[in-house]
């Protein structure tokens, strides 16, 4: 009878542990609004990913389990900017958050990320040959890049076309450059959020960059307490394999990225979730 209910015991213990690594499938039917699982099996947790031929990704709520606000940013694109049928993009469709694109060209991907907030303003959109765009939306706001379109071939010698979200004396401002001529129709669009954490004016954001021909770049932000989102990326996205990227290292986010041509990279301003 005792060796019956250690074998019973042990079977039990045996199914507990194959239950905590064998991931479910679910339905969004079924999801929690919150629960960092999107439609497309994703290696990190919180991390969103799509590339292109696939649907776009699904990335929860645009509320939290306590309703409150919750926005995605981007952190990583990826492919050949070629024309203006290339986009990566996150956007908000009726009360929730997904990830996506278009493209006829090759290796277009992006990475996004979520995070709950006080509040969050529409999108703003500037496209070639506007000035900058003044987005001052309210006071603390934090704004990042939320949709790049079209051509990226840093067509000069400098490799000068970018797409940024800065802030500067007239406060954030939406702007960029191609160099592509009127074919390329550069287009980027931008959000702005009052996160819940009070913090010193938009203006002592850490701004952070990594640039082409350096090593990997770290913030002064903590992966614990800031968010680092897109912000500025510049250079030439002519191979397939063209990228600027985000990620978190084990204390501070990383900013690196590769085949840009000989100038090209990523800036973030970091701040306090």
């Not at 929860?60 to 952190?75: F, M």
């Not at 070629?82 to 990830?99: I, T």
């Not at 406060?171 to 009127?182: F, I, N, P, Q, Y």
């Not at 009052?194 to 203006?203: E, F, L, N």
């Amino acid at each position: 009878m005792r060796s019956a209910t250690l074998l019973v015991v042990l079977a039990l213990a045996l199914g507990a542990c194959t239950e905590r690594t064998v991931a479910p499938v679910e339905s969004i039917a079924t999801r929690h609004p919150d629960d960092g699982v999107s439609l497309q099996i994703q290696p990190t947790p919180g991390l969103y990913s799509w590339s292109q031929g696939n649907a776009p990704t699904y990335m929860g709520s645009n509320t939290n389990g306590l309703g409150q606000p919750r926005v995605c940013y981007l952190t990583r694109i990826s492919g050949k900017f070629a024309s203006f049928n290339e986009e990566v993009k996150v956007y908000l469709w009726a009360s929730s958050w997904y990830l996506g694109g278009s493209s006829s060209s090759v290796g277009i991907g992006a990475s996004a990320r979520c995070f709950t907030v006080s509040s969050y303003s529409g999108e703003d959109t500037w496209w070639e040959p506007l000035n900058q765009i003044v987005l001052n939306k309210f006071s603390e706001s934090a704004c990042f890049l939320t949709s790049i379109q079209g051509e990226l071939g840093g067509t000069t010698s400098l490799n000068g076309d970018y797409v940024k979200v800065g802030y500067t004396s007239n406060g954030w401002v939406l702007e960029g450059r191609g160099t592509g001529g009127s074919s390329s129709q550069l287009r980027a669009r931008s959000r702005c959020v009052k996160p819940i954490t009070a913090y010193p004016p938009p203006g002592n954001f850490g701004w952070t960059y990594w640039q082409t021909g350096f090593g990997p770049t770290t913030t002064s932000g903590s992966t614990t307490f800031n968010i680092c989102p897109l912000n500025h990326v510049f250079g030439a996205f002519i191979q397939s394999t063209s990228y600027v990227q985000i990620t978190p290292g084990q204390t501070t986010w990383i900013l690196s990225g590769g085949n840009l041509g000989p100038v090209g990279g990523v800036g973030t301003n970091c701040f306090l979730k």
